[in-house]
């Protein structure tokens, strides 16, 4: 089956510094990519779509200059947190949509991030 | 507000009878609606979308669901329940409202018992 995987699974790193999630389709192109955040306790927020070769369309609220988004090519995406903060901790999740199909469907395992 | 409520934390049904997740969502735009399914130490799949055509919706692994604007509900259903069926459900609302939102309910865990 399809398999989206990203990376780092978990990163912890310092107050004002910047931290880059990979999100990659292993065996499909994705002409589209999802970002999601997932609060403790809470259900996901989509933060952003992202399209290959284009400009990442946010969802209402989200900082697109505090998360910046790269789809460079049809299997990767990748989230910048910059500048980041205690408040940015929390779970990442990508999606990916194969271009042959009209649906999101597969979702990576999502990066734990830390900011201490 | 946009808001979606899924009635239930907690499900358990025993193997070979009717699944029902129920999701209420709030919205003054026509939404579009999701079905995910989250399996442990899994990511999650799409199990069927609503996009204003059919009101029934067929998904995958036998799981179906109906869309009924008076009542502003959404909720899942699946005849009998399989052992696999074992899962975190999330039921998901996308609206436009000038610019897209997309939100999530907080999930129903389904046990299945043999």
């Known amino acids: 089956g399809a398999v989206v995987s990203q990376h780092p699974s978990r990163v912890i790193c310092k107050s004002g510094t910047s931290v880059k999630i990979e999100c990659r389709s292993l065996?499909?192109?994705?002409?589209?990519m999802f970002w999601y955040r997932q609060f403790p306790k809470q259900s996901l927020m989509l933060m952003a779509t992202s399209n290959e070769g284009s400009k990442a369309t946010y969802e209402q609220g989200v900082e697109k200059d505090k998360f910046l988004i790269n789809h460079a090519s049809l299997t990767l995406s990748t989230l910048t947190v910059t500048s980041a903060h205690p408040e940015d901790s929390s779970f990442y999740i990508c999606?990916?949509?194969?271009?042959?199909?009209?649906?999101?469907?597969?979702f990576g395992q999502g990066t734990r991030l830390t900011v201490v | 507000a946009q808001s979606v409520t899924q009635l239930d934390s907690h499900v358990s049904v025993s193997e070979g009878t009717p699944v029902l997740l129920r999701c209420n969502y709030s919205?003054?735009?026509?939404?579009?609606l999701f079905w995910y399914v989250q399996h442990p130490n899994k990511g999650l799949q799409l199990l069927l979308k609503?996009?204003?055509?059919?009101?029934l919706v067929k998904g995958i692994n036998g799981f179906e669901a109906e869309f009924k604007k008076s009542e502003t509900s959404f909720h899942l259903t699946k005849p009998s329940a399989h052992m696999s069926d074992a899962a975190e459900y999330f039921c998901v609302v996308r609206i436009n409202t000038g610019g897209f939102k997309t939100i999530f309910g907080a999930g129903t865990r389904l046990f299945v018992k043999a």
């Open positions: 919205s003054s735009y026509s939404p579009s």
């Open positions: 609503y996009t204003s055509a059919a009101t």
């Open positions: 999606s990916a949509r194969p271009t042959t199909q009209g649906y999101e469907a597969f």
């Open positions: 065996d499909f192109q994705a002409t589209t």
